[in-house]
């Protein structure tokens, strides 16, 4: 899936670019003097032009799906994205205008005169730049964060998996969805997120584990955590709660249950219960989940028990067709 961010180019820092070109001057020619120092403009040229390519390509963020824009928002403030957007291709737009002014100046000037115009209008072509420096450097930060964190489709129906830490969601991801699962990167959380898919004839659901998002009860979510769990909610589709019963649980009953309760008033989704590690269940856990909820699935993501049944409750809670053979996936 191409996302609106892999389209971007991402141009080197501006001291990289003076020293390119600086490191380039020495081995550009030309049959003549004014030639060569033209030549030597037209390659600072080339590098400026990566800057006002990539502004162009930078992708609206009023036009971005909202869950897009609400994680760009976690990881920078959109103001501060909009302005250097704006300067840096202001910047690009002056340094272009030095550069062509010194090209002309060479053009009409004497064969000794033009390398002290070239030797000018590069320091004041680099003294353009380099003023907007920081600006442009926080807008490839941003950008080559934003790459990494795009493995999400918000176009496509969704499945969140949440639940307390070591419950078995990553597992569940694993034995689920076909291929093995892409891991994504997002400002939510300092953990690794996996992502993966299921086809359903003409359908495809994608898969997502909530590490460090919807693990742990509200009260110990910071604001970032909390602008997460807004972002998650743009994600159309359903979620799916796991709990542990086996004896070695890190979480109680209690504590799984109350945290299910908070992520279905958080998730503003659909939440499937789902009973996992049925193959090791300790009968007391499991007993006392059963009075608190009725209409579990009991599966073992590692053994593979229940699978088949989990798949067909999703896809009815997605609305989506069963056609064919659960396990063809
Ligand atoms: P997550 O933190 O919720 O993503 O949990 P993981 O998927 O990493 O699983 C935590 C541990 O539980 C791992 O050691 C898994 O092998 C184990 N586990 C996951 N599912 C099952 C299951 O169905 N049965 C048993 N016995 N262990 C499981």
């Given at each position: 899936m191409l996302t609106?961010?892999?389209?971007?180019?991402?141009?080197?820092?501006v001291d990289d670019v003076i020293e390119i070109v600086l490191n380039r001057l020495p081995k550009i020619g030309g049959k003549t003097v004014k030639e060569r120092e033209i030549n030597r403009l037209l390659t600072y040229i080339n590098q400026v032009e990566k800057y006002s390519t990539f502004v162009n390509k930078f992708p609206r963020i009023e036009k971005l799906h909202p869950f897009y824009r609400e994680?760009?928002?976690?990881?920078?403030?959109?103001?501060?994205i909009k302005i250097c957007l704006f300067n840096t291709k202001r910047t690009a737009d002056l340094a272009m205008r030095a550069l062509r002014e010194g090209i002309q100046k060479i053009k009409s000037s004497d064969e000794d005169q033009a390398n002290e115009i070239m030797r000018k209008t590069f320091g004041r072509t680099s003294s353009i730049l380099r003023k907007n420096r920081e600006?442009?450097?926080?807008?490839?930060?941003?950008?080559?964060q934003l790459k990494k964190m795009m493995t999400v489709d918000p176009k496509l129906p969704t499945v969140i998996v949440a639940g307390s830490p070591n419950v078995g969601k990553s597992t569940l991801i694993s034995r689920i969805t076909r291929a093995k699962p892409e891991i994504a990167n997002y400002p939510f959380t300092t953990k690794d997120i996996h992502v993966g898919h299921i086809r359903e004839g003409d359908a495809l659901i994608q898969f997502i584990d909530t590490?460090?998002?919807?693990?742990?009860?509200?009260?110990?979510?910071?604001?970032?955590?909390?602008?997460?769990?807004?972002?998650?909610r743009n994600l159309s589709g359903i979620t799916v709660f796991m709990f542990d019963v086996s004896p070695f649980s890190y979480y109680g009953v209690d504590d799984q249950f109350s945290l299910y309760k908070e992520v279905r008033s958080l998730s503003g989704k659909k939440v499937i219960p789902v009973i996992n590690k049925i193959d090791e269940k300790d009968e007391t856990y499991y007993q006392s989940l059963m009075k608190l909820i009725n209409n579990a699935v009991e599966i073992s993501a590692e053994k593979g028990i229940g699978l088949e049944e989990l798949k067909r409750e999703i896809l009815k809670a997605l609305g989506i067709p069963l056609n064919r053979g659960l396990l063809d996936n």
């Open positions: 609106p961010f892999e389209r971007v180019p991402v141009p080197p820092e994680s760009i928002e976690i990881l920078a403030d959109i103001d501060r600006c442009t450097s926080f807008l490839i930060k941003v950008i080559v590490p460090g998002i919807l693990d742990r009860p509200n009260s110990e979510r910071n604001q970032i955590e909390l602008k997460s769990i807004n972002a998650l």
